[in-house]
C-alpha cells in the first residue's frame, strides 16, 4: 500500500467535510424550492402556472445533468464563489448545485404523498396557506423527508468520490490519485470499502429516524 492510514483518515474526513456542507446548503436551498413547487402546482393552495412552469424547468434543467458534467461545466462559477476550482472547498459549490434540485423534487414528492384530508382539515380550521404547510402538511411529510434526505446524503457521498477526478479531495481524490494511476489495488480496495460503510450507516441511521419519526 502506497498510502499511510492517516493520509486515508485525512481523506475521509475530507469526504465528511463535502457531504456534511454541501448537504446543509443544499436543503437549504431544495427545501423552499420544494415547497413552492408543491403550493404553486395546478390544483394546490398558491396555484401560480407561471412561477410553477419557471421553477419546474430551470429544475429540470440541472437535474439533467450529470453530475460529473455539471462539475467541470461550472468551474466559472465555483471560482467565484470559492476562489478556487480545486480542492474540498470547491467541490462543495457544483455539488450543492447538483444535490439543491433534486433535493428540491424530493420534497415536492414528500408533500404530495400528504392526504388531501389534512388540507381539507386545515381549510376547515381557517388556516393561512403558511400555516397550512407549517402546521399540518410539513409535520405530516416529516417522516418521507427523512427518507428522502438519506437518500440525498448518500447520493452526494457518491458525487464526492466523482469529485475526486478533477482534485476534489477526499476518499475519490485518494483512489483515483492511488488506486487508479498508481496501481495500488489495496488503496482501491480500501476505498471501496470506506464508502461501502458509509452508505450502509447512512441508509440504516435514515431509515430508523423515518421509523421513530412515524411512529409518533
Known amino acids: 500500500m502506497l498510502v499511510s492510514w492517516s493520509t486515508i483518515l485525512e481523506a475521509f474526513l475530507e469526504t465528511v467535510q463535502m457531504v456534511s456542507i454541501s448537504f446543509i446548503f443544499s436543503v437549504i436551498l431544495g427545501l423552499p424550492l420544494g415547497i413552492l413547487l408543491y403550493v404553486t402546482r395546478p390544483g394546490q393552495i398558491l396555484e401560480n402556472k407561471?412561477?410553477?412552469?419557471?421553477?419546474?424547468?430551470?429544475?429540470?434543467?440541472?437535474?439533467?445533468?450529470?453530475?460529473?458534467?455539471?462539475?467541470?461545466?461550472?468551474?466559472p462559477v465555483t471560482k467565484f464563489i470559492g476562489g478556487t476550482s480545486i480542492g474540498t472547498e470547491a467541490a462543495i459549490v457544483p455539488m450543492v448545485f447538483f444535490a439543491g434540485p433534486y433535493i428540491s423534487r424530493l420534497v415536492e414528492s414528500s408533500l404530495l404523498e400528504v392526504d388531501e384530508g389534512v388540507l381539507e382539515a386545515a381549510d376547515a380550521m381557517g388556516a393561512t396557506p403558511m400555516q397550512t404547510i407549517i402546521k399540518f402538511v410539513l409535520p405530516e411529510a416529516f417522516g418521507s423527508l427523512i427518507v428522502n434526505f438519506t437518500i440525498s446524503i448518500i447520493g452526494l457521498v457518491g458525487a464526492s468520490a466523482m469529485a475526486g477526478t478533477v482534485g476534489g479531495g477526499g476518499i475519490g481524490d485518494l483512489a483515483i490519485t492511488y488506486g487508479y494511476q498508481r496501481f495500488d489495488t489495496v488503496t482501491m480496495l480500501i476505498t471501496v470499502v470506506i464508502l461501502i460503510i458509509m452508505v450502509q450507516g447512512l441508509q440504516s441511521a435514515g431509515n430508523k429516524f423515518a421509523r421513530v419519526v412515524r411512529r409518533r
Open 50 to 75: 407561471i412561477i410553477f412552469t419557471i421553477l419546474n424547468g430551470v429544475i429540470n434543467v440541472f437535474r439533467s445533468l450529470p453530475f460529473i458534467i455539471l462539475l467541470v461545466a461550472i468551474i
